[in-house]
């Protein structure tokens, strides 16, 4: 399990180099087993490529990224915030899952503008997965991805609640190395740069760490989306010293963990247009993320739920370490 507080990695094995998590001692003495001392964490190569290396993001303007970011919140969803009517309002698996006309034209407009800031890069958007499963293959192709997530919290914003956001990250080779989480209803812009930091509206983000002795507070999937054992086992967070409450957007709540006012989530689903931006948001940040089964969470799917990200790594291991024991 104590694996997974270290950085993203390609394919399944670690790679601990990545500066922008949690400080490698921190890591060391997180991932040591108990009554043993902390050693240096081994430096692993990743399997296959590396990301960085084989996509340069110097020749993408990551300014004209936000803009179109900006412009589709501004064109498709503020228009209709507070001002959608009952036929723009469709149930895709359910009563609590739902999709409206925002976010089908949110995301073909940023479906159309990312692919022309990166020729030859590829689209998986929640909408468009939606309609045809297979897009998703592409999480796993040669070609860059554009993960997005047009409004990430649509019953939020059918209920004229601003907790909204719209999710673009740029992934390659199943790593992600560069998100945009927007809130447009807040005026919030986080944007986060694989090794290069994260900021919120121009400003550095720092999760820091939990006061000692301090009640954690963990937003964790809605029980509107968990089935009866993914409740039983989030239900080991509701414990002395933690104060879970249900997540509004995912987005948002990866959010709050790197501005440091909220400690960790933990989330039972997996899709990648909810938390491709927010873990490297996190991470950018100072934080750490892991799954229950020891591994770092794969954007491609088939991780072991459910899985944390949190303001440091003492904290990702110990919410680890309650959802795997009563998983």
Known sequence: ???????????????TTDTAMAAPDALAAAAAPAGTAPTAPAVIPPAGPDPAAALDLSALDLAAVEAAVRRAAADE???RFRQLAAEDIVEKNGPHDLVTVADRLAEEQLTAALSALLPGSRVVGEEAVHADPTVLDALSGDAPVWIVDPVDGTRQFVHGDPGFATLVALAHHGEVLASWTYAPALDLMAVARRGAGAELNGVPLHTGTPAPGAVLDVAISHFDFTTDDQKRVLAALDTDGLAPRPCGSAGLEYLYVARGEIDATAFSWENSWDHAAGLLLVHEAGGA????????????????LPFTAARDAETARRILGLLAAAN
């Open 289 to 304: 993320s892991g799954t229950v089964a020891g591994r770092p969470f794969r954007i491609e799917g088939g991780n072991a």
């Open 77 to 79: 969803i503020m228009p």
């Open 1 to 15: 399990m104590i694996e997974a507080l270290r950085t993203h990695v390609s394919g399944d094995t670690a790679n």
